[in-house]
């Protein structure tokens, strides 16, 4: 009886654990659309929920090339240990382009984005 009894508990616990996992893996990814002009970010800054994003980047004749990077706020943007790298575009945003970066999962906190190669200010990103 004991036997049976344990594995009735193992068998719910893997259904409990894949359901859960279902779940989370059906949590919808959600997109945030940013656009470069020249020299700045024309969002200055955003509040999200915590969840999945996909950040897209539009580049407006801001710069032959730009970029997106992601940082939690109080961490120094110039190190590239401290980028959330899958925040990064796909490739660089060429002049009237789109590019889309990975999916990108978000806690609550304050987040800092920028560009530096079109040497936009550091914006902040709010996720409550």
Same mark, same amino acid.
């Given at each position: 009886?004991?036997?049976?009894?344990?594995?009735?508990?193992?068998?719910?616990? $893997?259904? $409990?654990?894949?359901?859960?996992?279902?779940?989370?893996?059906?949590?919808?990814?959600?997109?945030?659309?940013l656009?470069?002009?020249?020299?700045e970010?024309?969002?200055?800054?955003?509040?999200?929920?915590?969840?999945?994003?996909? $950040?897209?980047?539009?580049n407006?004749?801001?710069?032959?090339?730009?970029?997106?990077?992601?940082?939690?706020?109080?961490?120094?943007?110039?190190?590239p240990?401290?980028?959330?790298?899958?925040?990064?575009?796909?490739q660089?945003?060429?002049?009237?382009?789109?590019?889309?970066?990975?999916?990108?999962?978000?806690?609550?906190?304050?987040?800092?984005?920028?560009?530096? $190669?079109?040497?936009?200010?550091?914006?902040?990103?709010?996720?409550?």
């Amino acid at each position: 009886m004991k036997k049976v009894i344990a594995i009735l508990v193992v068998v719910l616990g $893997f259904a $409990f654990n894949a359901n859960a996992q279902d779940k989370m893996m059906k949590a919808p990814v959600k997109t945030v659309s940013l656009e470069q002009t020249a020299g700045e970010f024309t969002q200055k800054q955003i509040t999200l929920s915590e969840g999945t994003y996909i $950040f897209k980047v539009a580049n407006n004749n801001a710069a032959e090339e730009v970029g997106l990077v992601l940082i939690e706020d109080g961490k120094d943007g110039n190190n590239p240990e401290n980028h959330i790298k899958n925040a990064y575009v796909s490739q660089m945003v060429k002049h009237g382009k789109t590019e889309s970066s990975k999916k990108v999962t978000l806690k609550k906190g304050t987040y800092k984005y920028f560009c530096p $190669f079109n040497k936009t200010p550091q914006y902040t990103l709010l996720v409550e």
